[in-house]
């Protein structure tokens, strides 16, 4: 709405503010999901290196059975962290308070100076030194 030149309503600022609440709740728990999902991956996978000390192929072991925790996690945190810049993108871009709402004004390029040229005084004549 106030795109289309009226000034948000309060029940408008609720709304939108609900919604970005909400947002960064569900990317808030994308990111803890995801953390929590690697660290175990990779905490089991250290656990079984260090207990096995390299006479037992581990590695095999661990990608065969616990790499997708630690892909998935790190799936979850980008998602849950590109979520979080999209809420606090929004958040900052439209959420303007009731009191400070003004529509900027208008400039109709009357009394704009227009800028020199790119090329003013970077080339010389031919004849010149």
Request: hydrophobic share 45%; charged share 15%.
């Amino acid at each position: 709405m106030a795109l289309a030149g009226h000034p948000p309503t309060e029940l408008g600022l609720a709304a939108a503010a609900e919604a970005n609440l909400k947002k960064r709740r569900e990317a808030t728990g994308n990111v803890v999901q995801g953390s929590v999902m690697a660290s175990f991956s990779l905490l089991i996978g250290l656990i079984g290196f260090i207990f096995t000390r390299g006479r037992f192929p581990w590695l095999v072991i661990w990608t065969l059975f616990f790499s997708w925790m630690a892909c998935w996690g790190a799936i979850s945190i980008s998602v849950g962290l590109a979520g979080l810049i999209g809420a606090k993108l929004t958040s900052d871009s439209s959420n303007p308070t009731l009191d400070s709402y003004t529509v900027p004004p208008r400039d109709s390029g009357m009394n704009v100076i227009p800028p020199g040229s790119v090329t003013d005084h970077t080339t010389r004549q031919l004849g010149q030194k």
